[in-house]
């Protein structure tokens, strides 16, 4: 029997401030990020770059300068998207993750247009080859070769998040290397303190920019560094007991004082570490797999790696690091009184939360996509929850492409005919990345209004 749980309240009507409140901090967010953009071109125009002339050597070494100011202020909000700000977690969730990559993509592309159009200018200026002026830049200027160190070391990591690349890669590998990009950004640093114009002869830009360093470094310091220590202290997490699942999935339960004052709410995920020799330095995201009820929290794991096995194998007693609780794909984001709920594979556990939280108080229907039968996990108290009046469980079970299932269960057509007042529910999403890159593609479709499709992506 499920037991019962400490919930939220769950409003029995649409909210539009709720959602009027979101939109202004989304306003808010872009506008501070805009405003000290602007501040930065303001202070560059301030003193007097663009007065250096119209020739080609002095076009490239403006165009340059502009373009490495402009690129290490993308590469320290970049880093603020991945701080774990508690307003940035609550307000974009998973979005976040989105931003931060294509903020590091710009910021890698001008740092990349600094590095050619600088050479490229002093080269013009000094009557040589790109060539030897790189080779003499490097060898003859101070921290220069500092910063084309942290310039490879950026390439790097953007390199290693390609989605092949990074399918070729352990979760331990890929978040690895993601922790150089902070050696990698104080190897900039010194080098634009050092061969910077704005910085050399101007100590308000001096100040500014060391500032916007300390603030995004502390930011980092203090959610990601020391808020699980303090945690950790206060709750003293402990695995209570572990149940199996299926053959290869079980559930941890995980306990501690004085739990209710996690706030945490079913849909969010954890990043989950043993404190155990040879385990301490890595951690793994996982979804709450049943409301939080303040007394443990549920995972509940799939054995995909070596971390994820090892879990499967726990013993009580076992004490455990848990960071957050993070993500936005909670309750709080509804906006009607009607709601899909659509899972994958593992990807159902946050799913199968939520409809814990929100069955019988709302309209719920919940799709389960499974490769086979031996993969769905939670058929009793998925089939406990269905008793409850307004709710539905719908299982696509098979192989896409078998005879059982010839069609993608999943597209716009398919969702239509499962759910045919999808674009007027709230749809929740999680699973695989390529199933939710369907889903998404299906609702856009369906028309189904953006601010109605809630989604999470795990986070580094």
């Known amino acids: 029997m499920l037991e019962p749980a400490r919930r939220f309240p769950i409003a029995t009507a649409p909210a539009p401030t709720a959602r009027l409140r979101r939109q202004l901090s989304y306003a808010s967010v872009g ?38 100011l402009m690129g290490t202020y993308l590469v320290l909000v970049g880093m603020l998207f991945v701080a774990r700000t508690p307003f940035l977690e609550g307000l974009l969730g998973d979005r976040a993750a989105r931003y931060h990559r294509v903020i590091a993509i710009s910021a890698l592309l001008l740092i990349g247009l600094h590095v050619i159009s600088s050479t490229a200018g002093f080269a013009l200026t ?102 699980p220590i303090v945690l950790l202290m206060r709750h003293r997490f402990v695995v209570d007991r572990v149940v199996v699942e299926t053959s290869d999935v079980v559930s941890i339960y995980v306990g501690g004082r004085g739990l209710d004052r996690l706030n945490a709410r079913a849909g ?106 031996k993969d769905l996990v939670f058929w009793d108290e998925l089939h406990q929850l269905e008793r409850l009046p307004g709710t539905y469980v719908t299982y696509l079970i098979g192989r896409r492409g078998t005879p059982r299932m010839p069609r993608d269960p999943l597209s716009a057509t398919a969702l239509r005919g499962l759910v045919p007042d999808i674009h007027a529910r709230d749809v929740f999403v999680c699973g695989p990345a390529p199933m939710m890159d369907a889903v998404e593609r299906s609702l856009r479709e369906l028309g189904v209004p953006k601010h109605q499709v809630h989604t999470e992506r795990f986070a580094a």
């Open 268 to 373: 969010q995920y954890f990043r989950l570490r043993l404190l155990a020799r040879n385990e301490w330095w890595r951690s793994h995201p996982f979804s709450v797999s049943a409301m939080p009820d303040g007394v443990t929290l549920r995972f509940t794991v799939k054995a995909l790696g070596d971390f994820s096995g090892r879990l499967q194998s726990l013993k009580p007693g076992t004490r455990v690091m848990l960071e957050g609780p993070y993500g936005a794909l909670t309750g709080a984001r509804r906006t009607l009184n009607r709601v899909a709920l659509i899972g994958g594979g593992i990807g159902v556990t946050p799913i199968r939360a939520l409809f814990e939280e929100l069955a019988g108080a709302v309209d719920v229907q919940v799709i389960y996509r499974a490769s086979g039968a």
């Open 126 to 227: 000094d009557g040589v080859s790109v060539t030897d002026e790189f080779t003499t830049m490097v060898v003859t200027y101070p921290y220069m070769l500092v910063g084309l160190v942290g310039f490879g070391m950026f390439l790097v990591i953007g390199a290693s998040s390609i989605r092949f690349i990074r399918a070729r890669l352990s979760y331990e590998t890929w978040t690895g290397l993601h922790l150089y990009a902070y050696l990698a950004v104080l190897l900039a640093f010194g080098h634009q303190l050092a061969v910077g114009s704005d910085f050399s002869f101007h100590p308000l830009a001096r100040f500014y920019w060391v500032a916007l360093y300390i603030a995004v470094f502390g930011l980092i310091a203090v959610f990601r560094v020391a808020a």
């Open 31 to 68: 506008a501070i990020f805009l405003a000290n953009a602007a501040l930065i071109v303001a202070i560059w125009i301030h003193h007097g770059h663009l007065d250096a002339g119209s020739s080609p050597a002095a076009t490239l070494m403006w165009l340059g300068q502009l373009s490495a």
